[in-house]
């Protein structure tokens, strides 16, 4: 063969060649057959089986093959909601809008819920055991979500009767016994009850407890309202309330825990149970720099819900007295509820800081990671958007023909944000912003969102006494 066809036989080999593998790695990914054990179960593992095992709050175990294969559409379908209403898991921050930086993120990516729904469509197949990883190790005694809290409350036992109205109570005050003042950075509340083993499963998360929501207080034991500390409220299906780390909330020396009031409701059956408060110090020689802001967020008179519909819209103002630094968002309706947004207006800027689906069912904050919390100057203004769909489709609603206006019980309504922030002095504002560019590495081009000053450089004001010092000593 002359030497010509000879490399010309080598280059059509090499061009096959290529195309060959071209044409088997274009044909690739419909070829990897997704099956439980490689792709699947390592996502249930790690973001559902908490709940979704024996003895966990969900109504179903979704441990093993068998028990999740009669469930994959209703997976798919629950999984793909996102952020609506019914989403598994129950975590309801948006993305692609607003602030996306949240410290106890819940979300599944989108490339999870890519490989369910796939995996659901393509005939639900359990692959190769051998491949499941490890299942991950449960503490059956109700484990804390943020770990062993340094010291547990546990408030006086109540009993409520299956079948009984619902009531509204106070509680007896239980003493901390703490002999030093203790800054705490973090709690946990949660209900401990005998209806776990009981044939209540297959109902929502709110037919397990008997504590609909608690609100309380720390305090002297002979401490007027107007002295005592009060903490966020514990409602059903909530998460842990970690505070800004800079404004740890103080817990004094010889302080009761005051429990003002309890909502209870009947589970359905006889249940005794009794609330336990976690709480989470910060070091015996913690200083907070900063302290609680002092606006309020929310309209707790001009609702007006209309009967059979959706997307019905509420919305309230308020101008900052003082600069503000919003460490959580968390949104407050009731039955009807089903979104809410938070927006920042500053002189012609409007930005989205967060939206979220709602569910009455589950009560969700969202605390930002810290160098992304919102830090607005005074005299912004925040304006929040509720959403409401008073409409059949919404589990949550008993009747929707009903108009309803403002009230405590849930077939009335709220419109609240419940979020903590922190408020600044001028130099804590200004300083905040400094370090935030600096950690962050922000050049003058760049936004952050919610933090409409912070590329302004406004220079620090002892830095100015030290320029004037300087400038006099000259
Ligand atoms: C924090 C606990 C928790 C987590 C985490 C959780 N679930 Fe759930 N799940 C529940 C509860 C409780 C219910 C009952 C409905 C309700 O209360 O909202 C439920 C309901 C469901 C349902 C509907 C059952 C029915 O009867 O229709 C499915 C499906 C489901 N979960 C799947 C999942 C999947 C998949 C994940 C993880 C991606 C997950 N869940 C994560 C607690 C949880």
Redesign the pocket.
Known sequence: MPSSHRATAAFLTAIATVLFSLGASAQQPDQVQVTYSDHVAP??YD??V???RAGG????S?VTYDEVRP?AP??KY??GLRDKM?V???YYLEKGIGIQRVKDD?R?SEEQIETIAQWADTGAAEGDPDNLPALPEFDDSGAWKLGEPDLVIRLDDIYVEGGEADSWVSGVPVSTGLTNDRYVSAVEMREVNDAKNSSIA?T???GLYIVHHMTWQTGAPDAGIAERETWPVHELGRNPDIFDPKAGRLLPAGADVIPLTYHLHSNGIDTTGHMELGFYFHPEDYEPEHRKANFELGDGLNISVHGNRPNQELHTYSVLTEHTKISSFEPHLHAPGARMCLEAIWGNQIETLACAGY?H??VKQYTFEDDYAPLLPKGTILHMIGFMDNVATNPNVIDPRNWSGSGNRSITNMFLHLGQSVGLTDEQFVQEMKERRERLGLMANDHLLGCPLCMADIPLLEEEGVVEQAGAED
């Open positions: 996502i249930l973001n559902c908490k709940c979704h709050v969900g109504p179903m979704l469930w209703v997976i629950k999984t019914g598994m898991p129950p819940e599944l297959g929502v998360v709110g569910d069912n589950w």
